[in-house]
């Protein structure tokens, strides 16, 4: 038992040092695009008409901050449900980095966002077209969310960039861990077998893992991706319900918990459509 801990621990750790490089190298591209987008939360509502397309651009960029803001405009009334699915569809908090790091192919990573961009988009548009328009924002508003960007864009360069390399190694260890240590006890296969691969159920397994509100959730997945044990329509499934910080704004608010089934809801159903037709397209 001790020789299992230590032999996951090693490979965990051994795995997460290798990316390290490219993962701070990654975080500061990103801590750069971040800081000449902060207003981008604040162009969701301006855009009404274009919307879902705005929405689903601002959640491809890998920052847990911008589901949390558009749930935050939401609540208050300044953006459509359309557009905050959308937000939430395009959504990959951890995605992109830990593709990187783990040696993801080019076309494997512009298959995921592509994809995740057209559902996102003709969801929200299919969305909007069923809620309507109940509302017009014409008014400028300035969202101060309680603790700022939420992902250390306000720490300055080095906490910043440092300090989310530094979470997300955190996280990449610990999962790694389970991960070694589940494949130990359980078998590779075995563990296939449980996440169903290769079967029609797996995205929509994936699709309703994701709902549960952490970033982590993001990289649980995305290693399982580079692992072999769930496919491409599985990850998309997973990764466009993984809304993390978005659900608990948006469940934390009384007048937000009002509304969140049905958001939640079309995220999940559409989330499980987008994941089963990459099903057919990428893995069978």
Not at 54 to 63: F, H, K
Request: hydrophobic fraction near 50%.
């Amino acid at each position: 038992m001790v020789h299992a801990l230590e032999h996951a621990l090693e490979h965990a750790v051994g795995d997460v040092l290798q990316a390290l490089p490219i993962l701070l190298i990654v975080y500061a591209l990103l801590y750069w695009v971040e800081n000449r987008l902060r207003s981008t939360p604040a162009l969701l509502e301006k855009t009404a008409e274009f919307g879902p397309v705005v929405g689903a651009l601002a959640g491809l960029i890998p920052q847990c901050g911008f589901s949390a803001a558009a749930s935050a405009l939401f609540v208050d009334g300044y953006l459509a449900p359309a557009t905050l699915v959308a937000v939430f569809l395009a959504t990959s908090d951890e995605a992109l980095p830990v593709l990187l790091s783990e040696g993801a192919s080019g076309s494997a990573i512009t298959a995921l966002f592509v994809s995740k961009f057209v559902l996102a988009v003709i969801g929200g548009y299919a969305l909007k077209l069923l809620w309507g328009k109940k509302h017009n924002p014409n008014y400028e508003i300035e969202l101060e969310m309680e603790g700022g960007c939420g992902c250390g864009c306000d720490d300055g360069p080095i906490r910043g960039i440092f300090g989310r390399t530094l979470s997300t190694v955190g996280i990449l260890i610990g999962i790694g861990f389970i991960l070694e240590l589940a494949i130990h006890f359980i078998g590779a296969e075995n563990l296939s077998v449980i996440m169903l691969k290769d079967s029609i159920f797996q995205p929509i397994i994936c699709a309703f893992i994701g709902l549960i509100p952490s970033c982590a959730i993001s990289v649980l997945l995305t290693q399982l991706y580079t692992s072999g044990v769930i496919g491409m329509g599985s990850l998309i499934a997973g990764l466009s319900t993984g809304a993390g910080f978005g659900y608990m704004i948006l469940l934390s608010n009384e007048n937000g918990r009002k509304r969140a089934r049905p958001i939640i809801l079309a995220t999940l159903i559409l989330a499980i459509i987008g994941g089963l037709i990459t099903y057919f397209l990428f893995d069978l």
